[in-house]
């Protein structure tokens, strides 16, 4: 990539001599310094001052440039973070100046904070004389410079690349810089700053733009578009269209073309394990495993039905001795006999021997026997014997014990009753499911298919009669809930004691309100408590077998998802499934925005700002060149120069040919070449010329800024041909 940090330390500082001076590219992106008379900066790194805290000591430090990511992750960097010295291209916070120049001297390789060399720093076309002043008062003050010198950045690379024989002396220079971009005229290789024109709009709103619609595009990546990563993304894939309308169509119409220009930016990703299926040397050990755990539960379960048995048996005997014992005691001693054992009376020591041996009949798997039945229907004919005795031989208290005794019964009976349905109803569903097996081993595929032609009936009809319910039979056409008015969702028993209510009051008229006098009027209440869900008699049986059905298609359809029930809020949700991540949804797919963020160099109207474009920037600087020299917009057409970073992405010398030559006369000479190096060719134009033997009669020492004081350089303009 173009944009590559250089921040090792230089060791050769001492031996240049006093006089050789250093030059500074200070732009808004990136801060080059170098010795004067070299090719190369020593030195670059970003022109940015972040000051976090430790996290462990909570010290706060000072980081000039772009670092390691990973050492940031020992400082606090949520509350401060990366600053710039520009407000666009003009530097206005010197205190995050002074922390960038220490940086670059120290880099340079100076000891301490006097620097005996001259410096030559560029800045933007037309600086302001304030700005101007502090960086000459924070150069003299804080680091002795002897004397300094300023040039444009633009006016450097332009004469640069003339000494080449890339442009001629009569010229444009076109800058998209960081933040800001320029259109220059040149006139006998000097800069002509009456016809210059700026629009702030640079490659910074150019990776913002595409770094927005990246995050709009895919939200769940944002960590990974770093400013950084970004950056790169636009140099290597962004590139300006031709024609921006006709290539925006291209795109929404899809196809072959548009496919090919999208490009992809893979993102981490480890593919799911895929499990293989298990051999049959595994499936038989499993099975080993299964059935020695099963063989063990099965120990276990006899050895606990063995104890119990055990326990009930040894229960049961203490209950006959007891009885034993109970038969030879005194009837007026029984009393304090069962005292001591805890039973009240022979009665209860005889419903106990019941139920143990009820107990052990269950514990031993034995059916329960006609004869014990009759036996336990003689003691229920034993415990209420006051049923069969009429009324008028009784009296009031045993009138109450009979009502009690006939309560008794008739709730025995009836738990009687729903034992013996339940038991019925359980013989009868074990045959239904044995008949239903023989039926899906004869033919399993005609039986499952059966199951699920069944299981969507049942389905449809429970959810057409919940519709029904809610709607009051009115849908609007997909089988939906309208939920237009109150009207809709009342059912047929609601609607028909509304239909009650509304009868009754238009019969009583407007008179006097007399409902309630006649016997007639309370048959209405009669008629209102009448159900006339007629259909909710089956519902509960349908959801019963539809419950069943599912569970039964579960288990012998590994396939089968069952459907979840609609509400009246969300009739078609669907259960969420949770997917693994596939090599798709861990790329960032860049395709139309690979030219429509580059193109608010010529649209500056699509981030929200109302100024021209680049193309535009031409023209109004050519209509502000004096009008005496007919041919000199023609020279300056036919030598038109890119420089800056933004000159880098492709298509803009085309794209900057078709909209000159639209606002030219037909004809015109147009010629646009882009520089040697749009980047440091600013930095080696600033070398060539500090090098220059006539160099120092362009700058102005210590003493001229303390006797003629910063508003001497107000007019203080460099001459760039020497």
Known sequence: MPFISRINRQSDYNIFSPSTPIVIDNGASYFRIGWAGETDPRVIFRNIVQRPRHKVTGETVTIVGDHDPGLLKYFDCTRSGPRSAFDSNVVYQFEIMEYILDFGFDRMGAIGSQIDHPVLITECVCNPVHSRSKMAELLFESYGVPSIAFGVDAAFSYKYNQQHRICDKDGLAISPGFTTSHVIPFVNGEPVYQGCCRTNVGGFHVTDYLKQLLSLKHPHHMARLT?????????????????????ARLFQKGGKEPEDK???WQLPWVPPPTEEPPSEEELARKAAIKERQGQRLREMAEAKRSSRINELENELNNLEFLLQQLEQVEEKAIPSFLSDTGYVSKQEIESAVLKVNASLRKAKGEPKQAENDEKADASTNGKYPLINVPDNLLTPEQLKEKKRQIFLKTTTEGRQRAKQKRFEEELEREKKNQQEEERRLENPELYLEQM?????????????RKRLKTNGGHTNGNNLSAGVGRGERLNAAQRERMRLLTTAAFDRGKGEDTFGAR?????????????????????????????RISSRLQEIDPTFVPKRESTPSQPSAEVPRIRPLTKEDCQIVIGVERFRCPEVLFRPNLIGIDQVGLDEMVGVSLRRMPSEDACLVDRLTSSILMTGGSCLLPGMGERLEAGIRMIRPCGSPIKIVRALDPILDAWRGASVYASSLLFPQQTFSKVDYYEKGEYWLRGYQPRYSL
């Open 227 to 247: 400013w950084e990563k970004v950056e790169d993304l636009k140099m290597e894939h962004c590139y300006i269209a031709p024609d921006y309308t006709e290539e």
């Open 262 to 264: 999208t490009r992809y």
């Open 452 to 464: 699920r032609v069944k299981y969507k009936e049942l389905y449809e009809k429970v959810e057409q």
């Open 519 to 547: 016997d007639e009027d309370w048959q209405l209440y009669k008629l209102m408590s009448k159900d006339h869900d007629d259909d909710d008699d089956g519902a509960d049986g349908d959801e019963t077998e539809l419950v």
